[in-house]
């Protein structure tokens, strides 16, 4: 019986240094695994970064995947999370014409219907965020598409586990380091 795929979450705590974030994507690529979504930040604790990764595989190819990632020396500690597991954002800027929301009413109910804003106007263009989930942002993307889009860029996801992660309990028991 074949596994079917689902989107997990993947949070991978590490120390920031250079070359790791080739190394975790040479992961994927040696199982022709596509990342979807890819975010860099710092984390809850200091000098210590959180790589968030949206992936579409099986639950026994990312139990694998995870093993990998926590054998690269950097790494601290890596999960994965479920949709259901996990309270997330993406977050998008569209650059439009400014002359469509003067002169088309219909552009000023999309943003007041999106629950976007408009971040910044000039006489040319004006730049709106939205932030919420991938379908709320294909779905507004879709709305302003027949407007002329100039330009449009979407991060990638942003998510924290419902449950603990435990990660600072971790790191105080001093497992922080196996080399």
């Known amino acids: 019986m074949m596994e079917n795929k689902q ?4 949070s991978v705590y590490t120390e920031n240094n250079v070359g790791l974030l080739n190394r975790i994507s040479g992961i994927f690529l040696r199982r022709h695994i596509n990342i979807e979504s890819m975010n860099i930040s710092k984390s809850e604790i200091k000098s210590v970064s959180r790589f968030t990764l949206l992936v579409k ?4 190819q990312i139990k694998k995947i995870i093993g990998q990632i926590e054998k690269q020396v950097e790494v601290i500690k890596a999960y994965y999370h479920t949709v259901t597991d996990t309270v997330y954002q993406e977050s998008c800027l569209f650059k439009l014409s400014s002359e469509s929301l003067i002169e ?3 552009i000023q109910t999309i943003i007041n219907n999106s629950k976007s804003r408009v971040i910044n106007i000039n006489k040319d263009f004006f730049v709106l965020e939205k932030s919420g989930t991938k ?3 294909e779905e507004l993307y879709h709305a302003l598409d027949k407007h002329g889009i100039m330009q449009f860029v979407r991060s990638g996801r942003i998510a924290i586990t419902k449950d603990e992660m435990r990660i600072s309990k971790l790191l105080e028991s001093g497992i922080e380091k196996r080399y």
């Open 104 to 106: 088309n009413d219909h």
């Open 135 to 137: 379908e709320e942002i």
């Open 7 to 10: 989107t997990f979450t993947v």
């Open 57 to 60: 595989v099986t639950e026994e």
